[in-house]
């Protein structure tokens, strides 16, 4: 049989997961061998280490003169990078399976904060008034919570990529009327030290003193 590209995932044993979730993606082999305990286990074929992967948070921006894109996943860009162009409103969404929910709300350009958090699919910002968002807040609750940290980060006018915010914490800028032109988020075990891009600037938030 004539393989074109080699794409086998580790090997998992008694019980255990292994393929994909949340990609579409078909299965098309398996390869399951016996070991006797204690032995070595099978060798590694192809280059893909884990034996699972799924999609955990998902996140979908509309955007100044392109409208609605297409959702992006676990840590890839959405929005627009040099581009000019504005951030008005986003959707997130955890996996259909996943007993919880991802809450998150935007600070948007005339209005301020927003008083109710969007979950699970539904919007944040605006359409058609052509508003920018500022900043963004991002929780998750339920058994994911438990077990994960949200990280995310945004790229903000005049600022470029400010640095990771986690767990509700304010991410972009405010009172400066500085649009967010795109965003990553991550979901990130509790416990693990995360490996994530630089950021130009230390901070995740930069808000205007009005006081005199």
């Not at 297409?70 to 259909?96: F, H, N, Q, W």
């Not at 891009?197 to 205007?208: H, M, Q, V």
Request: hydrophobic share 35%; charged share 25%; with cysteine.
């Amino acid at each position: 049989m004539l393989k074109k590209m080699k794409t086998l995932f580790r090997r998992k044993l008694n019980g255990e997961e292994a393929g994909t979730a949340g990609y579409g993606y078909r299965l098309e082999a398996i390869r399951i061998q016996l070991v006797t305990k204690g032995d070595k286990a099978p060798e590694l074929i192809g280059t893909i280490k884990e034996a699972m992967k799924a999609r955990l948070v998902g996140y979908q921006t509309h955007v100044q003169d392109y409208g609605t894109q297409a959702y992006v996943y676990d840590g890839a860009m959405a929005g627009t990078e040099g581009e000019c162009k504005r951030m008005e409103s986003i959707r997130m969404k955890l996996p259909s399976s996943v007993n919880s929910s991802i809450q998150y709300r935007s600070h948007v350009q005339d209005i301020g904060w927003e008083k109710n958090w969007a979950s699970n699919g539904s919007l944040s910002g605006t359409t058609g008034q052509c508003k920018r968002l500022e900043a963004i807040q991002i929780k998750l609750s339920g058994d994911v919570a438990k077990n994960y940290d949200v990280y995310y980060r945004v790229h903000a006018q005049d600022y470029g990529w400010l640095a990771w915010a986690k767990n509700g914490e304010s991410s972009g800028t405010e009172g400066y009327a500085k649009r967010l032109e795109a965003i990553e988020v991550r979901l990130v075990p509790k416990g693990t030290t995360p490996d994530l891009p630089a950021s130009a600037n230390e901070k995740a938030f930069i808000k205007k003193n009005n006081k005199a």
